[in-house]
């Protein structure tokens, strides 16, 4: 497999992963409907708090799973998060608790390792860029569905909070499960043309 294609998967996960921090462009339509800041404030701590958690044991499953499998059901979680908040109730605040906070963020933290682990193992010599691609994947993605659902796009404002939640459910599903046809680990032994391993 060309490697480079790992790149592109890798930057494809984070893209999605990183909507975890545009949860602050849906605040202003939940206030709306009666949503305390608060409120809001808490739907978005769940989804870190579930995030973090699930991450430290992904990285167990990582290597029972397998890296393709893992990054698949980190999407489909992800997707399913959102999608189920937009059909059972955008504006409810235990359903995007719930569908976002917790499912989201499951699949987010399902589906972060798999990037970096993937990447590293493909570039041992070159790290530090793959590792610096994949956050600037997620940083840029959560810029990007900002803007998108707010002052480019106007999602929210055209689509309405719902039916956003599901475009952008089925939007991360579709780029993850893309990004995760190169999530493979390379063979065994392998090593980039020209690489030297340093000593232990």
Known sequence: MNRLNVIVGAVLIQLSLGAIYAWSV????????SWSKLD??????VGLITFAVIMVGAGRLLT?????????????????GYILT????????????LGIGVIGGAGIGLAYVVPIAVGMR????KKGMITGLAVAGFGF???????????WGHLIETAGLANTFVIYG???????LIGSLWMV???????????AAPPN
Do not use: H, N
């Open 26 to 33: 849906f605040t202003p339509a939940l206030k709306a409907a």
């Open 40 to 45: 809001t404030q808490i739907v978005f701590a």
């Open 64 to 80: 029972r799973w397998g890296p393709r499998r893992l990054a698949v059901i980190g999407g489909l979680l992800l997707g399913a």
């Open 86 to 97: 937009g059909l059972l109730g955008a504006s409810e605040f235990w359903v995007v608790c």
């Open 122 to 125: 493909w570039f041992p010599d």
């Open 141 to 151: 993605g959560a810029m990007g569905w900002v803007k998108l659902a707010g002052a």
């Open 170 to 176: 089925a939007a991360f599903t579709t780029l993850i």
């Open 185 to 195: 680990m390379p063979p065994k032994g392998w090593q980039p043309e020209g690489y």
